[in-house]
């Protein structure tokens, strides 16, 4: 396991780029016709929120950004190493880009994100990669027009590690909606899961300043985004790096006086700091959704120990009947992993039974995956593949009874709705999502970014239908 992103956070002002972005644009400028750049994005909210970074700053230098590979100047592959299947994909795109090089040799590729903060990525990439140019970290990731600006004029590779974990404001932001945004809070983990790659590729926990994330909100509400999510790995340790006792609740509290029209959501809550505080917060609140997502990952106290959450199941359910006490109507999704280390059958039961129990509106569920480096990837009794993929069909068969049971309740109900315009697989249906983040469909022709009202007339597990009542 490398290093590089263990050390303490330091908070610092990011270095001046202008002159690494003046002289790429001033590559860019000599050419005939404008360079063009493709992001390629794996991963959670945080990663696609840095490629709307890594594109903005593209952008910034003078590069158009494009939809496809093929004919572009730069590809930015940006990573995810959570599981070996995401490595995989990551690696097997930068794969397919091989031949792009050989017919362009002009052509740049960088790869970003999680995967490279690993230094045997790092030497995979060096060995079996050889055209790639550079690999850019995410604490780093505003450095892209320096790493850049090297590789066009020392025509050098650069495959190294970071130490520096700053939180850079200012870099330019290229926006993939003009209705829906995300806002990372702060960066890093602390929490150290015994199966988690997260805190080794991302750092120590670093928030931003208050002032910064709520002029940045201000600015999109006034620019007319209606859905705005608050991003963290861990929300609910916002400012515990800060000397004033400034911590979430308050932050949500403050943005949610912004006037405007929109509707704030915030990931990921851990279930061990997730407090009653910040549930008075949102009950009281008039732009914060009822919906909350408070990962359980196991239902036995003895596998939530070895995964050192630092909650047990009596916790978790407080919180949880706490939040459905004061917010009657609130949306609670969770993650769950099947099959980590020593998980017995009975174990994988009692996860079963905190579903029943908790009503969970949706889960993400994965079967575990040895991260080199973790805990629980040098633990006896991993658990076969097979075991495993029976106890997750188990898992989702369980979920779907319970997610259309709590989907068939909204039958009859009006919900309001952000539409996203006409679906992907049926040119004469629209969609949209509810505040609570469920996916309805509709007939009614409603814009990309405008509310509806929409009543509800049919419910399965993952979807809702509906009538627009008022749009
Ligand atoms: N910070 C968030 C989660 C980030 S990762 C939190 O603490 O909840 C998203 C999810 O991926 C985790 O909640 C977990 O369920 C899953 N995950 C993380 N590491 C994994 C691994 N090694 N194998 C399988 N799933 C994993
Ligand atoms: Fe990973 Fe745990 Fe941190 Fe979430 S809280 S990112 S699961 S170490
Ligand atoms: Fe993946 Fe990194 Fe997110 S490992 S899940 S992209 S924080």
Not at 96 to 120: D, R, S, T, W
Not at 295 to 321: C, E, F, V, W
């Amino acid at each position: 396991m490398s290093e590089n992103c263990k050390g303490k956070a330091s908070v610092s002002a990011a270095l001046d780029m202008t002159p690494y972005i003046d002289a790429v644009r001033a590559f860019s400028d000599a050419r005939t016709c404008k360079p063009r750049c493709f992001v390629l994005t794996f991963g959670c909210q945080q990663n696609v929120a840095d490629s709307e970074k890594l594109a903005g700053m593209a952008e910034n230098m003078g590069y158009e950004i494009v939809d496809a590979p093929e004919g572009a100047d730069l590809i930015l592959v940006n990573t995810c190493a959570i599981r070996e299947h995401a490595e995989q994909k990551a690696l097997s795109a930068v794969g397919q880009y091989k031949h792009l090089k050989e017919k362009n040799p002009a052509l740049i590729i960088g790869i970003c994100g999680c995967m490279v903060a690993q230094e045997h990525r790092r030497e995979e990439i060096k060995k079996s990669y050889p055209y790639v140019s550079f690999v850019l970290c995410t604490s780093v990731i505003y450095r892209l027009p320096q790493y850049l600006f090297e590789v066009m004029e020392k025509g050098k590779r650069i495959l190294r590690g970071e130490e520096e974990h700053t939180v850079a404001e200012g870099a330019p932001i290229r926006r993939e909606s003009t209705y829906r945004a995300s806002v990372s809070i702060m960066y890093g983990c602390n929490n150290f899961c015994s199966y988690c790659i997260v805190p080794y590729v991302r750092g120590r926990e670093r928030s931003r300043e208050p002032a910064a994330i709520i002029a940045e909100v201000k600015d999109l509400v006034a620019k007319g985004y209606k859905d705005i999510t608050l991003l963290g790995q861990n929300v609910n340790s916002y400012g515990k790096d800060r000397t004033d006792g400034y911590a979430f609740p308050q932050l949500l509290a403050d943005l949610d006086k912004i006037e405007g029209d929109y509707t704030l959501h915030f990931m990921t809550s851990h279930p061990k700091d997730a407090t009653r505080a910040l549930v008075d917060v949102m009950a009281e609140s008039r732009h914060v959704a009822h919906s909350f997502h408070l990962p359980l990952q196991a239902g036995s106290d003895r596998i939530l120990t070895l995964m050192n959450r630092h909650y047990d199941r009596a916790k978790y359910l407080d919180i949880l009947d706490y939040m459905r006490e004061k917010i009657p109507d609130i949306s609670v999704t969770s993650d769950i992993i099947v099959g980590f280390p020593t998980e017995t059958e009975a174990e994988f039961e009692e996860t079963l039974e905190m579903l029943r129990r908790a009503r969970f509106d949706m889960i993400y569920s994965f079967i575990y995956s040895p991260r080199k480096g973790t805990p629980a990837a040098s633990m006896e009794g991993q658990i076969p593949h097979e075991v495993s993929a029976a106890r997750m069909n188990r898992l989702l068969a369980l979920q779907n009874e319970i997610a259309e049971a709590a989907n068939k309740r909204l039958v009859g109900k009006t919900v309001r709705v952000l539409s996203e315009g006409v679906s992907k697989t049926d040119a004469t249906t629209y969609t949209g999502r509810t505040d609570q983040n469920k996916i309805v469909f509709f007939k009614e022709p409603v814009m990309e970014g405008e509310w509806a009202l929409v009543k509800i007339d049919r419910a399965a597990a993952f979807a809702l239908w509906g009538e627009v009542e008022k749009s």
